[in-house]
Nanobody
């Protein structure tokens, strides 16, 4: 059993920044990667970015590339999503997810990010 706890969401003005955190606990030893996804109201959930846990390599959706950065703290089993130059269209509930044996099997509860003036 894996538990993922997100934090760091909130209200920010366009052009501002936020950092989301996702702390993993439980049976994380077989973790392949940690990913971030988001879901805006009335829309389907979409991929934001992912970090391979062994290599640390990252990949991002085109819509956030150059603005969002994923990092990690191995000792804390925590992954971060640094979001800069935020736009109103980034407004969504953001979820972290743990990839285990090829699939995103565990999901956090989500944290709301609202970009508005």
């Amino acid at each position: 059993q894996v538990q993922l706890v997100e934090s760091g969401g909130g209200l920010v003005q366009p052009g501002g920044s936020l950092r989301l955190s996702c702390a993993a606990s439980g049976r994380t030893f077989s973790m392949d990667a940690m990913g971030w996804f988001r879901q805006a109201a009335g829309k389907e959930r979409e991929f934001v970015g992912v970090m391979d846990w062994r290599s640390g390599s990252t990949a991002y959706a085109d819509s956030v590339k150059g603005r969002f950065t994923i990092s990690r703290d191995n000792a804390k089993n925590t992954v971060y999503l640094q979001m800069n130059s935020l736009k109103p269209e980034d407004t969504a509930v953001y979820y972290c997810a743990l990839k285990d044996r090829g699939y995103f099997r565990s999901w956090g509860q989500g944290t709301q990010v609202t970009v508005s003036s």
